[in-house]
């Protein structure tokens, strides 16, 4: 069977679709990336790996984070060739991004200390931890590096000269 994993218990949960989370990809935190302004994360994500231009306008319009992710869900709706080696990258830039732009994320990311993060989502094993916490986590993992990379920063604004 499974062991019991204290880091796992003792980290930082969030779920990606929470809007009134700071750390999701769904918060009202409009982000302004590559010469357009994004109503959420999940917005951008969701129109760089669409396939299909018409697709692409229909997330730009949708009302939510949740809209703009159920526009580019369904399986039949192919996304953009080679989008899986591109997501993390794209999700990277645009949280960067939010960061950058608003101190109240960076300080929500910055208490988290150095403890885990972890998107929550029993169904995502991609981004999240999946049902059985054997997720790839990736959304809590570009968080942390995030976290290492504003750390780091920091440090050498501090440093004397």
Do not use: C
Not at 54 to 77: L, T
Not at 127 to 140: A, F, V
């Amino acid at each position: 069977m499974f062991e019991h994993d204290l880091t796992l218990e003792k980290a930082y949960h969030f779920a990606r679709f929470d809007g009134d989370h700071l750390l999701s990809t769904a918060s009202d935190h409009p982000i302004l990336l590559e010469a357009q302004t994004w109503r959420t994360v999940e917005h951008y994500y969701q129109a760089h790996i669409a396939g299909s231009p018409k697709w692409v306008a229909a997330i730009v319009d949708a009302k939510s984070a949740k809209d703009a992710y159920a526009i580019n869900k369904p399986w039949y709706r192919f996304h953009k060739k080679g989008w899986r080696s591109e997501r993390r990258v794209l999700m990277t830039r645009a949280l960067y991004t939010k960061v950058q732009m608003y101190p109240e994320v960076l300080q929500a990311l910055m208490e988290t200390e150095e403890l885990m993060v972890i998107e929550t989502s029993a169904y995502d094993h991609y981004w999240g931890i999946g049902r059985d916490q054997r997720g790839d986590n990736m959304l809590g993992k570009i968080w942390m590096d995030i976290r290492r990379k504003m750390t780091e920063k920091n440090s050498e604004s501090q440093a004397p000269s």
